[in-house]
């Protein structure tokens, strides 16, 4: 089928755009089937060359047989125009050869002035009985109207002689014959109520031509078209011989059957349209108010306007002469009315549901109009909602963005009440984790609008609404860090005024960020692959980043469960390395501290967390033994060591239980270095400081310093070369080349990272 066949001319360009979209749907397809597309167009394009080339040569001979006829056409005009000269110079000879033509010129004008005036007294003799039989017609047309049975020619071509006779017959009339004006107006008074009459009945069956059309009585609508017609070419006829200044010269041609008086321009055409207006208005507006009944049923217009048009595509327009273009015609009235219906009920103020009802159906509108009457949004003016869409949608992400706001502030605020005061324990889930509960009613709401903007099909406005939602969160995020910040100071500094439960509470809150991270991702992975292409991209990346918020708040919650574990641990950690350590076994308190912690955060903390926790929890054990390598201590070479290894083992049998065999021992590891340093020989110091130094290329020189400074068989003499040894050899070590080799070093408090202005004045 070639384009010429499928579309005009002038949507020619649009119609390959459509076809291209739908041979390359995928960027794969530019690939692997654009030389396959390529070839099918140019077969085709030879087609149409060849047909353009048929149909021109068509046309030029075309052109050369009209350009022969005209030049015998010229030729025959000649000889016409000679043989009516010879006609006028006989008509002149013979009446050279009539004595008394001017006479017999006055007989014929008075015979025929006789035949007309006898023609007219006729027709005056008969008007009152046609006028009778026309009202007669008419009265039964009316009375017979549902069935059908009446001739709207036969009623319109007898109407339109009694017409053209009282035209004639008052143009007979002189100007200053008042009682034949006056005899005359009273014999035709009753034939204007008459046309008005009829004109009452062409309308109503104007009224009637979709239920004409569905009792397939479409003869009675083209009846009705034949006497629009017929006025239209009356009118343009009037409008010519006054635009000639028409009644003079009117009345003295030779031809005309008397003088006229000037005919009422009727307009029947641009009435017809002026109905069809009025009535698809009242039609349409009677669907909204009783089918439609306001916004949540404005879905239904849809089916109704394609219903429609589709209705009059098939049985009204038909019947219409193809220079009305009546179908666009419909196509406007009843889209101009489905305009100002739908901005009656937009001009109030307007509830997001509303708002997302109202965009779906927009699209839907149009979407429909496309597909089943083959008409683009572009041909439909003015535009749904007078081009509001994305004022309506950013109105909606306004008025969501305040509820979900509203909502979540009034739940936090109850959620920070019962977190502050912890006046009973929190609730207990089915697999015996803490939670809140608040995650459940959050992403409810958070879901009832996402269901909302999706089967609104407004893919962007969804994208926009997870963006402020993420804003939401945020702060949300901010608030709970800043309260977990506040409740632990106020545990650890002051516990005698701190309400008890904070842990399991913490653990509640936690739990319950887990929770919204599980429902994000369900959201992410299920919602977005429902959207296309180009939006699920920027949809998955910003849920992402809301997990990411809650995952904050879960990690700063575990962080705060550690602070508080090591706070109770304080005072024992604080005496690493002294007397009381040499002397006591202070590990079994902080093992038997761990325990208990820990056997909570195993049963009610969830497993991904509790894991990150432990893994946290070991870290600063072994961290708090480096640490304390800054207090005022000694280490005592042999027993140090002693202590050190022992401990380490007692410690990596407990995280054992709790933890992988392999993470306990990488992280412990630091501390065995600390043992290796205390019990290194001076020759051997140099080398075991730069072996460690490949593996945490982080190691902190001033630790290295103290540990050596604070053991107890180095003399000073001796320390003093060691360092400066080990000083001379780490010159080259600057923060920058160690920024991307952190380790658990990094983290230490009393020994900061290379690079760092507390390890800067170290050196100094």
Known sequence: MLLSEVVPDNNARQYAVQRLAKLLRHPDDLVFKAEEVRRKLAQEKLLIDAQLNTDVRRQFDDVQEGLELLYSTTGQIDRVKTDMQKVDQLCNRAQSYLTNFDRIQQVSVANRNFVRAEEFYRQFSEFHQQYTHVREMLADAQENFRQGNFNLLRLH????????????????????????????????????????????????????????????RSNIIVQLLKVVESEEIADRAQERENAAAGLASTAKSPTTTGPRREREIKHYKQKLLKFIHDFVSSRVAEFFKKEAKGLDGITEVTGFVVDELTFVGDTVAPAFPTNYFIFDVYVDEYHQ?????????????????????????????????????????????????????????????????????????????????????????????????????????????????????????????????????????????????????????????????????????????????????????????????????????????????????????????????????????????????????????????????????????????????????????????????????AGKVKFHKGQATEKLNHELHRATKFFKEHMDSSAVSDILNVVRILVSLIDSTPAMIFLEFFSIKKQYPDLPLPLIEDILTKRDDLEKQQLKSILESLRQKSKGDTGSSLAKQRTLFSKLKNYPPLGSVATKSRFM
């Not at 053209?164 to 204007?192: E, I, Y």
């Not at 009920?345 to 109202?358: E, F, R, V, W, Y």
């Open 337 to 629: 009315a489905v305009v100002r219906n739908t901005n009656e009920l937009a001009a109030g103020d307007l509830d997001g549901g509303s708002i997302l009802t109202l965009l779906r159906w927009m699209r839907e509108y149009h979407g429909a109009i496309r597909k089943e009457l083959s008409i683009p949004k572009d041909q439909l003016r003015p535009a749904l909602l007078e081009g509001r869409e994305d004022q309506l949608a950013q109105e909606y992400l306004d008025i969501a963005t305040k509820k979900i706001r509203e909502w979540v502030t009034n739940l936090m605020r109850s959620e920070h009440e019962s977190f502050v005061s912890r006046q009973d324990a929190p609730n207990m889930g089915e697999d015996g984790l803490y939670v809140t509960g608040s995650s459940t009613y959050l992403f409810e709401i958070i879901n009832q609008n996402i269901e909302l903007v999706i089967e609104a099909q407004r893919a962007k406005l969804l994208c926009d609404l997870v963006t402020e939602c993420n804003k939401i969160f945020q702060d949300l995020s901010k608030q709970w860090r800043d309260l977990l910040d506040a409740e632990k100071i106020k545990q650890i500094d002051a516990p005698e005024t701190a309400a008890e439960g904070l842990v399991d509470y913490t653990m509640a809150l936690a739990n319950e960020q887990i929770r919204s991270v599980v429902q994000a991702e369900s959201i992410r992975d299920e919602t977005g692959d429902r959207l296309s292409r180009s939006h699920q991209e920027r949809f998955k990346t910003e849920l992402s980043q809301t997990m990411d918020v809650f995952m904050n708040v879960a990690e700063a919650a575990t962080q705060t469960l550690a602070d508080i574990v090591f706070s109770d641990l304080r005072p024992i950690t604080s005496a690493i390395y002294t007397a009381d350590w040499y002397q006591d076994d202070l590990l079994q308190p902080v093992i038997e501290t761990l325990k208990d912690y820990c056997q909570d955060f195993h049963d009610h903390l969830d497993k991904y967390l509790y894991r990150r926790l432990m893994q946290d929890l070991l870290s600063r054990f072994a961290l708090s033994y480096i640490d304390a390598v």
């Open 157 to 216: 071509f007898s109407l339109h002689r009694l017409e053209d006779f009282r035209s004639r017959a008052l143009g007979f009339t002189g100007v200053d014959d008042v009682d034949s004006k006056q005899t005359l107006a009273q014999m035709f008074g009753g034939l204007d109520a008459l046309v008005r009459d009829f004109e009452e009945f062409l309308w109503m069956v104007a009224g009637n031509m979709y239920d004409l059309a569905l009792r397939s």
